[in-house]
């Protein structure tokens, strides 16, 4: 233990940090100890976590001085923000400004920071293909992060950008999944054309990022952009077809149409899904199931994870 490098993990309790801090203690040779920051060290996940051999610290990351104290001595430290919690591109790149500040005072040897890109480098306010959100965005939920990228650089971190994709959890926890339609049949719902979308198991973020680490200082300074697979909506729908048992159709709404499902945040997804379409050479490029895989041998494929988590699935009306 004494000679293990501990990594300290934000968001622990989470998708991506879950995953990771499962990575980390899943492979006790691997010379890793884990650190899992939560809020609260008293919750059924934090126990949970501290139960599977994680030390579980508190710290939140609004508060700059508690991410010193929880990174202090950590070797490294995966930074990821929240923006799902409250909706604010703001907080996001001060949440982002925070964690780069405590790694850079706690002198943290290796960072990760799980972001997506700036897309307003793509699509410049002044573009109206798609509408301005929050008075200076396109996404977002993606744009702070990319523009955070520049705080831990700028701040010399030995950071790896960790560059990741949509989730097919979303089919479970974000109502995205395949619903019954008036005719009785199953329809997956998505604003992305004919053009694919790289997506990966949550919990397969975890798992890279801890690939990245192992690697350490050789992917420094570097990008990496991660995927399970990059599959078109007809693909996705004939892959729940075939898990399900049942015909499930591919339904493909225009970006405008999804923008004003009125649903929280519905104009970002659909800003999001247009981005992805109207950019889908560079986007997919950017992201390579082959690396993801040399990082996470394990790297689940669409089927895989369908296999695991189709009961899971609501599909309602
Ligand atoms: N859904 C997708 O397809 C997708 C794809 C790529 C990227 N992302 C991005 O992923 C990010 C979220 O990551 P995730 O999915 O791993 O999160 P998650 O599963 O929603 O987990 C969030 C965890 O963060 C912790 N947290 C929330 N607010 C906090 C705060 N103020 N200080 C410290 N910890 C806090 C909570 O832990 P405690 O309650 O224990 O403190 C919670 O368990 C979002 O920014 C999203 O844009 C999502």
């Known amino acids: 233990m004494a000679n293990k490098k501990t990594i ?20 006790p040779q691997g010379g890793f100890a884990v650190r899992a920051v939560t809020r609260d060290a008293n919750s059924d996940k934090a126990k949970k976590l501290a139960q599977l051999g994680a030390e579980v610290v508190a710290a939140d990351v609004d508060d700059v001085a508690s991410l010193e104290r929880a990174f202090n001595g950590a070797h490294g430290a995966f930074c990821v923000t929240f923006f799902w919690e409250h909706f ?6 001060a949440e982002a400004t925070n964690m780069a500040q405590a790694a850079k ?8 920071w799980s972001t997506l890109e700036d897309t307003r480098r793509w699509v410049p306010l002044s573009d109206d293909r798609m509408p301005t959100l929050k008075g200076k965005y396109k996404v977002p ?31 479970i926890h974000f109502g995205m999944g395949p619903k019954k339609g008036p005719d009785g049949k199953l329809a997956l719902t998505l604003p992305m054309e ?3 979308l790289p997506a990966i198991a949550a919990e397969d973020i975890g798992r890279c990022a801890y690939g990245i680490f ?12 991660i995927s399970g697979e990059h599959l078109t909506g007809a693909q996705m729908a004939a892959a729940f077809s075939k898990a399900l048992g049942e015909e ?5 709404v225009p970006h405008a149409v999804y923008r004003s499902f009125g649903f929280p945040g519905a104009d970002d997804l659909g800003n999001m899904f247009q981005f992805k379409c109207d950019f889908n050479e560079y986007f997919c490029g950017a992201r ?15 089927a895989d994870w369908l296999a695991e988590n189709k009961s899971r699935i609501p599909l309602g009306e």
């Open 105 to 112: 005072r706690a002198a943290i040897q290796h960072v990760i």
């Open 248 to 252: 499930v159709v591919y339904n493909a």
């Open 141 to 171: 939920h993606f744009d702070a992060k990319g523009e955070a990228d520049k705080v831990f650089t700028d701040l010399r971190l030995p950071v790896t950008i960790l560059l990741t994709s949509f989730y097919w959890d979303n089919f």
């Open 8 to 27: 300290a993990v934000v968001g622990a309790t989470g998708a991506q940090g879950g995953g990771l801090v499962r990575a980390i203690l899943g492979d």
């Open 288 to 302: 390579n199931p082959e690396t993801a895989r040399a990082l996470n041998p394990s790297l689940k494929s669409f």
């Open 88 to 93: 604010s591109p703001e907080k996001e790149l």
């Open 214 to 225: 192992k690697r350490g200082h050789e992917l420094i300074g570097k990008t990496i952009g």
């Open 194 to 196: 004919d053009k694919k």
